[in-house]
């Protein structure tokens, strides 16, 4: 697999891993039964941004993209360039990082609740 194939295979997993957090959200209350998987891949998400300080999907594609050539750096945020890139808006790291990381803890807290009083 090329480099440029391995940088569009991480970023399209990338989005949809954040449209499966984010919709995972609202999916819950329409499949109970989805909530166990839902926790985990919160619980799993929460855990690797913790310890390792970045989404390990932005630390792959950024060295994939340096070996490949490619001018991109995301400066540790992929979702600030992205927002940047498609709204227009300029969002510094940190406002990112507190947006996922409430993104993040309401949905965490929202599977929790539908597991607690189902």
């Known amino acids: 697999m090329t480099y ?13 891993w954040i449209i499966l957090l984010v919709g995972g959200s609202i999916y819950i209350f329409y499949n109970p039964g989805y909530v166990q998987w839902h926790l985990t ?3 799993l998400t929460l855990l690797l941004n913790l310890f390792l300080g970045a989404c390990p999907l932005t630390i792959w594609e950024e ?6 050539g490619d001018k991109i750096d995301y400066h540790g945020s992929f979702a600030a360039t992205y927002i940047n890139r498609i709204f227009g808006i300029e969002v ?7 947006l996922m990381s409430l993104i993040k803890l309401i949905s965490y807290l929202i599977a929790v609740g539908v597991v607690v009083f189902k």
């Open 63 to 68: 060295n994939a993209r340096e070996k490949a």
């Open 4 to 16: 440029k194939a391995m940088i569009y295979l991480i970023m399209v997993i990338h989005f949809l």
């Open 41 to 43: 891949i919160i619980t």
């Open 92 to 98: 510094t790291e940190n406002q990112v990082l507190i």
